[in-house]
């Protein structure tokens, strides 16, 4: 079955540690997305990748950094320069076309403790 | 700024009714989206609409698109306490491929 999954889905973080997310789709998307969501919020756009090796960041990428090596993967790196990084982070991808929705995977909680 | 504004945000009503969620957006797009969140779940995407005067249906929920008044509304007909969940509509700028700009989501709630 094609689709999107992520790791872990609950992680737990000391203050000061980096962690990684992962983020894995089988759709064959050129696109993929990171947000993140806050408890009661909308959707924040961290980082986004259109093609290997190339991405942007989005709205909130301070202390956060991704790579995209894979057509793939798009794993997500929260650093410790994240003041506040106890979010919901959803991953998604989309097609290269005019359609462009974008479909999502399970999400991880990340909460530092 | 590009900005996406849903309202209400936050809706409790009875099974059996009808009633409406609008999403009015700021920039130039012929390209809008709904998605159902549950709680603690991830996004689902229930409509894609492409096009002036789109309207698409799937059983209660019926999503419409007007590009000039750039506004889109998702229909809710005889609400069931199944659709009860967040719902978000996001639009994709005409100069974008890639990004959407997301509303804050309508936190819908019915009661049996």
């Known amino acids: 079955d094609g689709g999107i999954t992520q790791s872990p889905k609950y992680l737990f973080r000391k203050e000061g540690q980096n962690v990684t997310l992962s983020c894995e789709q089988n759709?064959?998307?050129?696109?993929m997305y990171w947000y993140r969501q806050d408890p009661g919020q909308g959707l924040r756009l961290i980082y986004y990748s259109q093609i290997v090796n190339d991405f942007q960041k989005g709205d909130i990428a301070e202390g956060y950094s991704v790579s995209r090596e894979k057509k793939e993967s798009f794993p997500l790196t929260v650093t410790s320069a994240q003041k506040n990084p106890t979010a919901f982070y959803l991953c998604a991808s989309s097609r290269w076309d005019s359609n462009n929705e974008q479909f999502f995977g399970p999400g991880t909680r990340l909460t530092v403790l | 700024e590009l900005k996406v504004e849903q309202n209400p945000l936050f809706l409790s009503m009875q099974e059996g009714k009808n009633y409406t969620i609008y999403c009015n957006y700021s920039t130039t797009s012929d390209r809008l989206y709904w998605y159902r969140q549950d709680p603690g779940k991830s996004l689902e995407s229930l409509f894609v609409?492409?096009?002036n005067g789109a309207v698409k249906q799937e059983g209660r929920l019926m999503a419409s698109l007007d590009t000039k008044a750039r506004l889109s509304t998702l229909h809710i007909t005889a609400a069931v306490h199944d659709l009860s969940a967040t719902y978000f509509c996001a639009v994709s700028p005409m100069d974008s491929n890639y990004q959407l700009i997301w509303g804050a989501g309508t936190k819908l709630i019915i009661k049996p």
């Open positions: 759709l064959n998307h050129d696109a």
């Open positions: 609409l492409l096009s």
